[in-house]
């Protein structure tokens, strides 16, 4: 797309997809995707609200995961899809800044909450007698409220300077949205100083967390090998390890994404790993965390019969 063909502001985006055959059907499964991620989420949340079974602290901060999910996919893939029908890969200085922010937004809330969530599993399985006072309803809420504020401050922080630094030659982003080292590597000042700043942030709501997530598990491990039931132990184990396995699937490309120095970016790396927790990462969380769960699956159940149990 030529330069004089767009305002003097926008940025261009290169994309996801070329305009090939291949580049179709990959199009195509990313719509399916995108809509089937929209259905899971949405679904779980309806779920937890209806039945009362589901109203505990492990449920409602799933449905904050469910909520944020909805809105990062909604975020980035409803532009990409718009670009490839129109041809126009145009995004103006302010969508793309509402996209920055955004996307730092929930993903710096959605580590926090995974690291909440792991502390709730640790406190159920390791100290089942006392959850009900540590993992009280108005515990839940704190933490849930916690990752969006601290996630909010900590976007708003960088969307600010990002927006503020000049753009002086190319406003071309390799790739299928404004995200934050993308946007920042156009910028024609020294932004050496501030990427120390994204340093420190990096370390807070990534390494911080997942050391967390790690150490909890690691706790539950060792308190599930102490059980007797084989069959206990096996759901335990089967349990944990999906669980982890979501965990390094949204935290290493992220990890790798913000925290390697800006030199080492290449544009066909950050976009395979911003795949991973901008699309992939959504769509398997309810699978993972929830419809392997006999309570959730009781829910659907009830669902679609129509009939829930209330409480009294």
């Not at 291949?22 to 949340?45: D, P």
């Not at 996919?73 to 302010?94: C, E, Q, T, W």
């Not at 990752?147 to 600010?160: E, K, P, Q, R």
């Not at 910028?187 to 967390?209: H, K, M, N, Q, W």
């Amino acid at each position: 797309i030529p330069d004089n063909l767009t305002a003097s502001t926008d940025f261009i985006l290169l994309g996801l997809f070329s305009a090939s055959h291949s580049s179709l059907v990959s199009f195509s499964f990313l719509v399916g995707v995108f809509i089937m991620t929209l259905m899971e989420n949405a679904l779980m949340i309806l779920l937890i609200r209806r039945d009362p079974r589901l109203h505990t602290p492990m449920y409602f901060l799933l449905s904050h995961l469910s909520f944020m999910d909805i809105l990062h996919v909604s975020n980035i893939v409803p532009k990409v899809i718009a670009d490839f029908l129109s041809g126009s890969r145009a995004i103006s200085f302010a969508g793309c800044g509402t996209q920055v922010f955004l996307s730092l937004t929930l993903l710096g809330s959605e580590c926090l909450l995974l690291a909440a969530m792991s502390c709730d599993r640790y406190v159920a399985i390791c100290h089942p007698l006392r959850y009900p006072v540590l993992m009280s309803e108005r515990v839940s809420v704190l933490l849930a409220a916690g990752c969006w504020l601290v996630g909010t401050l900590n976007a708003s922080i960088h969307t600010g300077l990002l927006l503020h630094l000049p753009y002086c030659s190319s406003r071309v982003i390799d790739h299928y949205f404004c995200e934050f080292p993308a946007v920042l590597k156009l910028s024609c000042a020294d932004t050496s100083r501030y990427e120390r700043g994204v340093d420190v942030s990096a370390v807070i709501f990534l390494l911080i967390p997942l050391s967390m997530i790690c150490a909890s598990y690691v706790q539950i491990l060792l308190t599930v090998l102490q059980m007797k039931s084989l069959e206990a132990r096996k759901k335990a184990f089967s349990t944990c390890s999906f669980h982890m396995v979501v965990v390094l699937m949204y935290y290493g490309p992220f990890i790798f994404t913000y925290m390697r120095p800006e030199s080492y970016h290449t544009p066909g790396q950050d976009k395979l790993l911003a795949i991973f927790y901008t699309i992939v990462t959504p769509t398997l969380n309810p699978v993972i965390y929830s419809f392997r769960n006999k309570d959730v699956l009781m829910a659907m159940k009830n669902l679609l019969r129509g009939s829930f149990p209330y409480k009294k």
